[in-house]
């Protein structure tokens, strides 16, 4: 694969991609405003439903583009996802659908080849940079060992991932070239019908939960075929884990408290009440 002619350099701007439904606006509505703040950032694109669309863009104003997901993935969606035989399935359906969803934006744009994946519920709290002196990728490590995502891998490029440490660090830098060449891998040799997505999904062991991973999947291929891309890094951050009653939405007295220490901290969704409790925040926010 030919290599970027201009390697990119530490502050290059990048298109931030990130999927989200409704009911995990209120985060992402905090995300919108550090973005700026901490990433070197081209654009906030954000994928929804497409019955939410007008309302998250509503909420996210000129910080981001906001574009429905039927249709992103030519040939795939979520409907005809859930009637797969999936363990968890159908409600388990859109958490696969969003990791393809973020897989799908390689095909966009391609002469830009770089993107920032980045969850949603994840708020990014220090300066960031993603590529060091040299242009290589700066990819962060974390510490998370879900084997069936690498039985899934093996299933899927018929290579063992090589496995040192883990890619699910909440955002990933992704070149287009080389996600596009392993997807494209993936739909010659996968058994089975249809495009690359329908391989991952009809791929997947026959049972067991959480059984394919983005992060895992374009991170150790990355890792396997061009490790001299990249820099393989470690970055302090958080997850705030919810405890039964939600984990409620913090303050930005709060989030200037836990960025003394972090680059970025995750705050999962948990319930109804974390919900409530998120727009009551919100709407004591604005005013």
């Given at each position: ?11 290059r ?5 990130a ?15 550090w ?31 906001v ?26 359906a ?35 940079r ?33 496995r ?39 791929s997947?062991?026959?049972t ?35 405890d ?33 409790m ?10």
């Amino acid at each position: 694969m030919k290599t970027s002619e201009n390697p990119p350099g530490p502050a290059r701007p990048l298109t931030v991609f990130a999927a989200c439904r409704a009911r995990d606006l209120s985060v992402l509505e905090i995300v919108a405003r550090w973005l700026p703040r901490t990433v070197p950032v081209k654009e906030f694109v954000v994928v929804s439903p497409d019955a939410e669309c007008a309302r998250i863009q509503g909420r996210l104003g000129e910080g981001a583009r906001v574009v429905p997901e039927e249709g992103f993935i030519p040939g795939v969606g979520l409907a005809a996802l859930r009637g797969l035989p999936v363990e968890g399935f159908p409600r388990a359906a859109g958490w696969y659908f969003q990791q393809l969803l973020k897989l799908q934006y390689a095909f966009v744009a391609p002469e830009d080849d770089y993107y920032l994946i980045w969850d949603a519920d994840t708020v990014p709290l220090r300066s960031m940079r993603f590529f060091d002196e040299a242009g290589r990728m700066l990819l962060t490590r974390a510490s998370e060992h879900h084997a069936p995502y690498f039985e899934t891998y093996r299933r899927l490029l018929g290579e063992e991932p090589h496995r040192e440490f883990s890619f699910i660090a909440q955002h990933m830098v992704v070149q287009k070239s080389v996600a596009r060449e392993m997807l494209e891998r993936i739909e010659r040799q996968a058994p089975g019908e249809g495009n690359w997505a329908w391989k991952i999904m009809r791929s997947l062991p026959p049972t067991g939960l959480n059984l394919f991973s983005e992060y895992e999947t374009y991170g150790h291929y990355l890792k396997n075929h061009y490790p001299e891309r990249a820099c393989f890094i470690d970055r302090p951050w958080r997850r705030a884990r919810p405890d039964p009653g939600g984990c409620p939405i913090p303050t930005e007295r709060e989030l200037e408290a836990v960025a003394r220490e972090n680059d970025f901290a995750a705050f999962e969704r948990a319930s109804a009440w974390w919900r409530r409790m998120a727009r009551r925040t919100l709407a004591w926010w604005k005013g």
